[in-house]
């Protein structure tokens, strides 16, 4: 099983202020099977970014992933009040084909 | 647009058994697969598998093999997963997703249900 770890458990910032948080898998994922969700209370995930650097429609381009491999950056490049929640990665590939990240969560300072 | 709407939330005893619907709509029903993916009171995300609509195939998570069946009516445009055995443990949200695979590739999982709320209680 590919196991996805995020960093950290949690991100206490202001906004306005840059967020980075981290992804790495116990073994290497292509950047293509790679993506990232947002979650508020109560609300299902979102989908932020998917296939290294796609973003659905409506996902404002602050939101940016970047590495290889192993690890994975999501960056959010200045928080906004509705940026603050909780963040997952997710792989696609190995066995089981679907695993997530524990999450990282994102709270105001 | 695409929406996928799930059947209401349920209290459920030990031993007993769940269905949960997610009915599609605003999409070609049978050119996505469907998972299912659960979230334990303030935890994270877990998945537990995957239909295709198509041809009936699912696949499932090794730790919910032989608890768990995932059906579809392609008439309905709907998908189904049914949990036997259940135990507290199992109280979760439990939300279907639709899976993209584009050919040129990226994977995601690009809309969710609602999520439904299960409670095993005695």
């Known amino acids: 099983e590919i196991v996805l770890t995020q960093s950290p458990g949690t991100l206490s910032l202001s906004p306005g202020e840059r967020a980075t948080l981290s992804c790495t898998t116990s073994?290497?994922?292509?950047?293509?099977?790679l993506a990232w969700y947002q979650q508020k209370p109560g609300q299902a995930p979102r989908l932020l970014i998917y296939g290294a650097s796609r973003r659905p429609t409506g996902i404002p381009d602050r939101f940016s992933v970047s590495g290889s491999g192993t690890d994975f950056t999501l960056t959010i490049s200045r928080l906004e009040p509705e940026d603050f929640a909780v963040y997952y990665c997710q792989q696609y590939g190995g066995s089981p084909p679907v695993t997530f990240g524990g999450g990282t969560r994102v709270e105001i300072k | 647009q695409v929406q996928l709407e799930q059947s209401g939330a349920e209290v459920k005893k030990p031993g007993a058994s769940v269905k949960v619907s997610c009915k599609a709509s605003g999409y070609r029903f049978l050119s996505y697969a469907v998972d299912w993916v659960r979230q334990a009171p303030g935890q994270g995300l877990e998945w537990m598998g995957r239909?295709?609509?198509?041809?009936?195939?699912?696949k499932y998570s090794q730790k919910f093999q032989g608890r768990v069946t995932f059906g579809s009516d392609t008439s309905a445009t709907t998908t189904h997963l049914e949990l036997r055995s259940l135990t507290s443990e199992d109280t979760a949200v439990y939300y279907c997703a639709r899976f993209r695979l584009d050919v040129i590739g990226g994977s995601c999982f690009d809309y969710w249900g609602q999520g439904t709320l299960i409670t095993v209680s005695s």
């Open positions: 239909i295709n609509p198509d041809n009936g195939k699912t």
């Open positions: 073994q290497s994922v292509s950047s293509s099977y």
